[in-house]
């Protein structure tokens, strides 16, 4: 039961062949087999939001996800988001209005709103902090990166001169 | 004193440093760093609160697949000393504790055993099969019944529970209590919380057997003095233990002192000559890392018609938890001393009293004194709504004005260049005082309950050395720096802080930029590493931007003198006089205005390293310097907050409609990082006040061991916080820095309470005790409404007969 799995997945547009224990959580494949440390394991019960990742372009918790349920499946993580060396929209906002603190929590508030605002393009305050709500920050407030976010969703709809 | 505008570096508002790593997911957090062939730690946890060991059975974890061993206290006991916490204050009995149990288990979570296994999912299987036969005891979970003549002693080699007790008094309380119009008591009860960092604690040992050196990766906010610990309680010299610390994912006073795990861990790398690994998990975080608050405070204040607070006393009773890793009376200590801040009180007493019980220990959480301001401005309140006055008027009767600066506080404390008064009202006019009690009222008419708090706040920033020598406090408030120009004119710093998450490497760097004369960008702050920092105190309190800042500062100047010194060697005048570093070019002083000599640092620095015959007489090779710096006894910043909420009557729902903060915390090194903190410290104070709560059930179990459980404010709770900046340099300091980041925590439970309470006055019933969740309120409101609302209702009702 426990004997290791072969399984494939694409990592951040790369396809992995790997074995892993059928009991081993994404986050921990992730961050060990694959050396993608950038994804945070908070509290290891679904809460805190910290190791989301997208997983087929959707929003989800690696700590909640065992790595074997990926056979076939694309994962997207922090790692990809910026092109070389150029943050994408998101990150830069996050950068300019001060939205982060001690980047523990920040790959999974960027993964989140990677999903979300490509979906929507233009919220709201309100908007944003419902979304938000399932990251914990304990550092910032989140008044920061409620305001970096909303400057990104400008950004992405208007371009960088906006 | 400089004024604000004559920097050049320091107040600019630049972008952080770490932001890119921490963005990119490139971050280097302990849990990230690779050991090839490290064990992995997991602790065997008690789940009792109170239970005798009578035995701990190992073979079924030991013979497990991947397990390297199994160890328990007696093991610990033969590689490592035990904590001995005897300083000299009087009232404070002497503690001791082994590195893990022996005997018995003093609360839920106690370790009481290690599993080392090659990986983390066989060390945590392996650790449920150690077996561990338990008599349980009666578990103490209240500071009342733990002072209970017969309950049940925490701590065996002490005579009962009350680990420390002080009390002081200054003036004449019965005086003045007979002089008074009224004596107003009021209560408030600060509840149990835990810090719960994002990353939770854990560390990765490393002994090099052949060196006989360890290597200690772990996040920590003091290095140093950690590794002062790690090698006195392993029995080592300090020559022999280097601590690093990697990316820190918050700490807030979490990660300072040396746990029984992380010793246990290094204990262990040393014994099996390989390295050993650990990460708690967050159920260990919240049950078993280290807890703070659980404060309950009663005031007397003797009080003139007029609000005029004659005279004070404090009653204070804390509930330590089960082990101490401070000495105990180390946080109650300082509310007590600082109490009657911003007020102008003479005649003030206390009574302390730190009490064991059955609860994880408690330790120093982000503004150590936070009930600090509400039990001062709650009481302020509780008069003003006693004499039926408004409180702020009740503030300015009482407040601390710029002409009675310096003002000793009773306890000796001596505050200057303060602004409580100023801060007050412009957090006042922001509001519109009278507009909003005009608001208050037509809303109460319409049934719903606005209500107004003020908090004004004053906030113990950076400890000198003095002070700890007044407190009898083992320890040092100074800071150490080195500034070291390289060859190439780039420069390189050093300082004995860590950061865990503030922004440190932008704000430090622009301090040494100021007191050099270079761009921020040519300067890099080294942070973290023993072997590299200078012995510093590490960062604890709001000593971050003063000791650390003003040590950087004032060390970055002595390596320009230096420079300065050999430039004019270079440029063949007498002295440095005429003299200085402008943007890392050396200027002279020529025709009433500063041109550039055409000399850079770098040319200096070259000269310095690589043509030492050339340098002038009395001159040493090299650019390299180090400097101390103790600050003064004790910093203070000051803040008033102002908060409009509103309550719902029918679910005890409370919105907060208006946030605001004006804050005098002095020179700033960098307004982006201070605002971070401000906003961050007012969210992380009212997610306390509002939420967060670490709960014990009668047995000793702790019911609040996830994060469903212990809630944290998201950013539907977190309000948009208006931050006031007034501020005023210190004259005292380098560049007039005061420090701050813990005030917000002070004056948000202080503030939402004392709003709260107004809302509430109509009602006529008070909060004593936080967390103001919707449960708690309602059942207030339930309160009166089974006894005064019916009543009102009735009086109502008779006069409207007798009408």
């Keep these: 039961m426990t004997a290791p799995v072969e399984i494939s997945l694409v990592v951040n547009g790369e396809t992995r062949e790997i074995r892993v224990p059928p009991r081993k959580l994404l986050s921990d494949v992730l961050r060990e087999d694959l050396h993608l440390t950038g994804t945070h394991v ?18 989800a918790r690696s700590c909640l996800t065992f790595a074997v349920q990926m056979e076939g499946h694309e994962v997207t993580t922090i790692e990809s988001v910026a092109t070389g060396d150029a943050f994408g929209p998101l990150q830069q906002a996050l950068h300019e209005e001060h939205g982060l603190q001690c980047g523990f929590c920040t790959a999974g508030i960027v993964m989140t709103f990677e999903a979300y605002l490509r979906e929507n393009p233009d919220p709201d305050e309100a908007e944003v902090r419902e979304v938000l709500s399932g990251n914990i920050c304990r550092c910032t407030g989140y008044q920061s990166i409620v305001a970096a976010i909303l400057k990104a969703a400008r950004v992405i709809r208007e371009g960088p001169s906006a | 004193m400089t004024a604000k505008n004559d920097f050049r570096y320091i107040g600019q508002p630049l972008p952080r440093r770490e932001d890119r790593r921490f963005l990119i997911g490139k971050g280097r957090y ?8 490290a064990l992995h730690a997991c602790f065997v946890r008690s789940p009792h609160g109170h239970a005798r060991i009578l035995s701990v059975d190992c073979a079924a974890a030991r013979a497990m697949p991947g397990v390297a061993g199994v160890f328990v206290g007696e093991d610990l006991a033969c590689w490592t000393t035990s904590l001995r916490l005897a300083p000299p204050i009087e009232g404070l009995h002497p503690v001791e504790m082994t590195t893990l149990p022996i005997d018995k288990v003093r609360f839920h979570g106690d370790p009481v055993a290690v599993v080392l296994a090659e990986d983390r999912y066989v060390a945590e299987d392996a650790a449920e099969r150690v077996e561990v036969e338990y008599e349980p005891i009666d578990s103490v979970v209240d500071t009342d019944s733990a002072l209970r003549p017969d309950a049940p002693k925490v701590d065996e080699a002490l005579s009962g529970n009350l680990v420390s007790h002080q009390f002081f008094s200054a003036g004449d309380i019965a005086a003045r209590s007979a002089e008074a119009e009224r004596i107003v008591e009021a209560r408030f009860d600060l509840h149990r919380h835990t810090h719960s960092p994002m990353e939770t604690r854990g560390c990765l040992a490393d002994w090099d057997a052949g060196r006989e050196h360890l290597t200690m990766h772990i996040g920590t906010q003091a290095p140093h003095p950690l590794r002062g610990q790690l090698a006195g309680r392993l029995r080592m010299r300090e020559t022999q233990v280097t601590v690093i610390s990697p990316d820190i994912g918050g700490a807030f006073g979490q990660k300072i002192a040396l746990y029984r795990e992380e010793l246990a861990v290094a204990a262990l790398s040393r014994h099996l000559a390989r390295p050993v690994r650990w990460r708690e998990d967050r159920m260990e975080n919240l049950t078993s890392a280290s807890h703070a608050r659980e404060t309950h405070c009663v005031t007397r204040a003797s009080v003139r018609a007029d609000g005029r607070i004659l005279g004070l006393e404090l009653e204070l009773t804390e509930d330590f938890g089960a082990y101490c890793f401070y000495p105990a009376n180390y946080m109650a200590r300082v509310i007590a001393m600082i109490l009657t801040g911003p007020y102008r009180i003479n005649d003030y007493a206390f009574d302390v009293k730190v009490v064991l019980t059955n609860k994880c220990g408690n330790g120093p959480m982000r503004a150590p004194m936070a009930i600090t301001s509400w039990v001062m401005d709650g009481t302020i309140d509780a008069v003003a709504s006693d004499l039926g006055l408004e409180p702020l008027e009740v503030r300015r009767v009482n407040a601390l004005r710029a002409e009675d600066l310096p003002f000793a506080m009773p306890t000796g404390e001596v505050l200057e260049d303060v602004t409580p ?17 005009q608001r208050q009222e037509e809303a109460r008419q319409a049934g719903r309950l606005l209500g107004l708090g003020f908090c004004t706040v004053i906030e113990s920033t950076t400890y000198g050395s003095q002070f700890y020598k007044a407190a009898g406090i083992p320890g040092s408030g100074h800071e150490a720096a080195w500034v070291r120009i390289e060859p190439s004119g780039v420069v390189n710093a050093s300082v004995g802080l860590m950061g865990s998450g503030q922004g440190y490497e932008t704000p430090l760097a622009q301090a040494v930029a100021e007191g050099l004369g270079v761009p921020t960008e040519s300067v890099i702050v080294h942070m973290g590493h023993t072997d590299i920092a200078p012995y510093g105190m590490g960062s604890r309190g709001g000593r971050g931007a003063t ?4 040590t950087l500062y ?16 270079m440029l063949n005048v ?3 006089q005429g003299l200085r570093i402008h943007d890392g070019r050396i200027e002279q002083y020529l025709d009433a205005e500063w041109q550039h000599s055409g000399l850079t640092l770098s040319d200096v620095a070259r000269r310095a390293y690589l043509d030492p015959t050339a340098l002038p007489e009395g001159i040493t090779p090299g650019l390299d310097v180090s400097l101390t710096y103790d600050p003064p006894p004790m910093t203070y910043s000051n803040a008033t907050h102002a908060c409009e909420v509103e309550i719902d009557p029918a679910t005890g729902r409370l919105s907060i409609a208006r946030y605001i903060v004006a804050e005098d915390c002095g020179t700033v090194l960098n307004p982006v990082v201070v605002k971070g903190q401000q906003q961050g410290a007012v969210a992380m104070g009212l997610s306390g006040a509002l939420m967060e709560e670490v709960v014990y059930d009668s047995a000793g179990q702790n019911i609040s061991a996830t994060f469903a459980d212990y809630l944290i404010a998201s950013a539907c709770e977190v309000p948009q916080i208006e931050i006031l900046p007034m501020h005023t340099p210190n004259r005292r300091t380098p560049v007039g820095i005061k420090g701050m980041a813990e005030g917000g925590i002070m004056g948000s439970i202080g503030v939402i309470a004392n709003a709260v309470n107004d809302a509430l006055i109509p009602i006529g019933v008070r909060v004593e005790q936080l967390p103001l969740t919707p449960q708690r309120i309602r059942a207030l409101l339930r309160a009166a409404e089974c006894t005064d609302f019916r009543r009102t209702i009735s009086e109502t009702r008779m006069k409207t007969h007798d009408g």
């Excluded at chain 2, 302990?30 to 062939?37: E, K, S, V, Y």
């Excluded at chain 2, 000791?547 to 003003?550: D, Q, Y």
């Excluded at chain 2, 004032?554 to 060697?569: M, T, V």
Aim: net charge negative.
């Design chain 2, 574 to 576: 007498n002295d440095a």
């Design chain 2, 547 to 550: 000791a650390g800042g003003g």
């Design chain 2, 554 to 569: 004032l060390c970055a100047q002595k390596a320009r003198d230096k420079a300065l010194a050999i430039a004019a060697g």
């Design chain 2, 30 to 37: 302990l849990d990230d760093i690779a050991m090839p062939g």
């Design chain 2, 421 to 437: 008064l100023e801060t007050l009202e412009a957090a006042a006019a922001a509001i519109d005082v009278p507009a909003f009690r």
């Design chain 1, 42 to 59: 908070g509290c290891e019960h679904g809460i805190c939001g910290a190791c989301t990742v997208l997983i087929d372009g959707e929003p």
